[in-house]
């Protein structure tokens, strides 16, 4: 569970791969991290989702890791605007071919690209000017203008004491 009222946009969330395509990327990335969106507030994010393409999405907190967030204030509304002009470009199946070594140049993003240009477009400049299709999700942990604060976002677990009889 993830404290909401402290999540603001800009926040980028990190996210345990699952699926075919998750696996994929964590074994070429040897990471767990598989996925990345970025909140743009009021309890929705913007992301490129398997399957969906990019569109703005309700916050999920399954399979949240980490909670990222940037160092330098996030333009919602540039971002937004960014989000709009990309809104229907399907999930980029063809582009993971990137993480193995391959150049496709094809129709579709993936979702640590789209989170890149994502972030640039809100005024966060992640990972200078590396070319975004090269950007794997555990990369975004490496970032030198994103902070972790998953402590401060994720509640602690609720622990049941034991029954005694």
Not at 56 to 69: G, H, T
Not at 129 to 153: C, K, R
Request: overall charge neutral; hydrophobic content about 45%.
């Amino acid at each position: 569970m993830i404290k909401r009222e402290l999540l603001q946009a800009g926040d980028v969330l990190l996210y345990r791969g699952t699926g075919v395509y998750g696996f994929v990327i964590r074994v070429k990335t040897w990471h767990q991290i598989g996925h990345v969106e970025v909140y743009h507030g009021h309890g929705v994010s913007a992301a490129s989702r398997d399957g969906q393409g990019v569109n703005i999405y309700p916050l999920r907190e399954d399979k949240l890791c980490n909670v990222l967030r940037p160092n330098v204030p996030f333009r919602v509304s540039a971002a937004d605007r960014f989000v709009a002009s990309m809104r229907g470009t399907p999930y980029g199946w063809w582009d993971l071919a990137n993480f193995t070594g391959w150049h496709v140049d094809a129709k579709g993003i993936v979702c640590s690209p789209f989170a890149t240009l994502d972030l640039r477009a809100g005024g966060v400049p992640v990972f200078n000017s590396e070319p975004a299709n090269l950007i794997a999700p555990f990369q975004f942990l490496l970032s030198e203008h994103l902070t972790d604060i998953t402590s401060d976002i994720m509640a602690a677990p609720v622990l049941t004491p034991a029954l005694t009889t």
